[in-house]
């Protein structure tokens, strides 16, 4: 699901920024290295060690930089149930983190 100013202009007032910030349910097991393999086809540098170390660190936020544009995604791993808005963009169903989150 999106969340930050994404999120946040869906619910309020539009502000622009250079990322974007998504929540990833992580709790099945190889949950980790399909996002990697999803992100490297994406464009995204996906660099293993840098996100385990990130993980470990209980930052629990992994920055994934495009390679061709200044623009980064940065990646909230969760995985408990958190709520969610269904919305869309682009045209393809996606979910919203509601403000109350």
């Known amino acids: 699901m999106f969340a930050g100013a994404l999120a946040a202009s869906y619910d ?3 502000r622009t920024t250079t990322d974007a910030d998504v929540v990833v349910k992580m709790s099945r097991k190889g949950a980790l290295t399909n996002l990697l393999e999803a992100l490297r086809i994406a464009g995204l540098q996906a ?14 936020i992994v920055t994934f930089k495009d390679r061709k544009t200044p623009f980064t ?3 909230i791993p969760s995985s408990k149930k958190l709520e969610k808005k269904p919305s869309t963009i682009l045209g393809l ?8 989150e």
């Open 47 to 60: 660099d293993d060690e840098r996100i385990q170390a990130s993980l470990k660190s209980g930052y629990r």
């Open 73 to 75: 995604l940065d990646v």
């Open 12 to 14: 309020g007032v539009p």
């Open 93 to 100: 169903s996606t979910f919203y983190r509601i403000p109350e």
